[in-house]
Nanobody, 120 residues
């Protein structure tokens, strides 16, 4: 079955940069939109960015101008380049993707999350 696995999280100082990655594996027929969400302690999970299959990106206002989402369709991967990081960016970052396994509709899959901690 399909799995989404994030990587690249870690500890970074405020103002620094980090890139998180997410790779999908399994019996994938196609992947449509992919995205990133994050959840900080005590907060709701919030939208960060999404990218269509053709590369059109949308960002939350809180990260616009600092984060860049990209994808590598050959690798079934999506990335989030995070620059000018702030302590409030600290969260578990989750990727998701609409994936078709074969004949039928797409289904939304989620990764397990990767921790990003921004120190002040």
């Amino acid at each position: 079955q399909v799995q989404l696995v994030e990587s690249g999280g870690g500890l970074v100082q405020a103002g620094g940069s980090l890139r998180v990655s997410c790779a999908a594996s399994g019996s994938i027929f196609s992947i449509n939109a992919m995205g990133w969400y994050r959840q900080a302690p005590g907060k709701q999970r919030e939208f960060v960015a999404t990218i269509t299959s053709t590369g059109s990106a949308t960002y939350a206002d809180s990260v616009k101008g600092r984060f860049t989402i990209s994808r590598d369709n050959a690798k079934n991967a999506v990335y989030l380049q995070m620059n000018s990081l702030k302590p409030e960016d600290t969260a578990v970052y989750f990727c998701n993707a609409f994936i078709r396994l074969g004949v039928g509709a797409d289904h939304l899959y989620w990764g397990q999350g990767t921790q990003v901690t921004v120190s002040s």
